[in-house]
């Protein structure tokens, strides 16, 4: 079966200093995959998504990027936090071909930055 | 763009009873499929039932149910036989045949009382 593992499951980070978060898939070959973020009282927001090694595409033009070095592995980055990127951040999947697949969340990660 | 509406912030069921949460969609394709994830105090966001455009029927998942109303564009969950672990924020999500994003909207917060 497929799973999927994000880390670090929480972080506490000043203002200005870089992040990677990773996240990886087991159990499937060549998934779709994405990362989300989910601000308090919010519903979540699509940030990053990726079809294929080195194809990231961006929703919303910010100070993070992402970058995915290897089939199942997909990580976000910053070099200089702002403290407007404290959230809730959940890595996802879905199988290839894409369309309709239902997409499927890791564990998430706590951002504060401080 | 499509949009998802959840118009219920926050709705309360007795243990053992039934309770809907609405959804309603905005959009001008066809061919699109519909979700409804859970995501409890974990965090985690947890498939509960999916839909497809396409199919006339009602999916349908053990005490999860839905109501999908295509030409009305909406897309409520029911839960019946309410349980303690039933308490979530719940949230609506829709995604176009044709694009990788998942578009949510703001979530209900389901309490179940004992």
């Known amino acids: 079966s497929q799973t999927i593992h994000q880390w670090p499951a929480t972080l506490v980070q000043p203002v200005g200093s870089p992040l990677s978060l990773e996240c990886t898939v087991e159990?499937?070959?060549?998934?779709?995959l994405y990362w989300y973020r989910q601000a308090a009282g919010r519903g979540l927001q699509l940030l990053f998504y990726?079809?294929?090694?080195?194809?990231i595409s961006s929703e919303v033009p910010q100070n993070l990027s992402a970058s995915r070095p290897q089939d199942r592995q997909f990580i976000l980055s910053s070099k200089k936090l702002l403290l407007s990127d404290s959230g809730f951040y959940l890595c996802a999947w879905s199988a290839f071909p894409n369309s309709g697949n239902t997409i499927y969340f890791g564990e998430g990660s706590w951002l504060t930055v401080v | 763009a499509q949009t998802v509406t959840q118009s219920q912030p926050e709705m309360s069921v007795q243990e053992a009873e039934t309770v809907t949460l609405s959804c309603t969609y905005d959009?001008?394709?066809?061919?699109?499929?519909l979700f409804w994830y859970k995501q409890p105090p974990s965090r985690q966001m947890i498939l509960v039932i999916r839909q497809e455009a396409y199919k006339q029927q009602n999916a349908t998942e053990n005490r999860f149910s839905v109501n999908f109303q295509k030409a009305a564009k909406s897309f409520s969950l029911k839960i019946s036989d309410s349980q303690l672990g039933d308490a979530a924020m719940y949230f609506c999500?829709?995604?176009?045949?044709?694009?990788?994003?998942?578009?949510f909207g703001k979530g209900t917060l389901l309490t179940v009382n004992p």
């Open positions: 999500a829709y995604r176009s045949s044709s694009n990788y994003k998942l578009t």
């Open positions: 159990g499937t070959s060549n998934p779709n």
């Open positions: 990726s079809v294929g090694i080195g194809q």
């Open positions: 959009t001008s394709e066809s061919d699109y499929y």
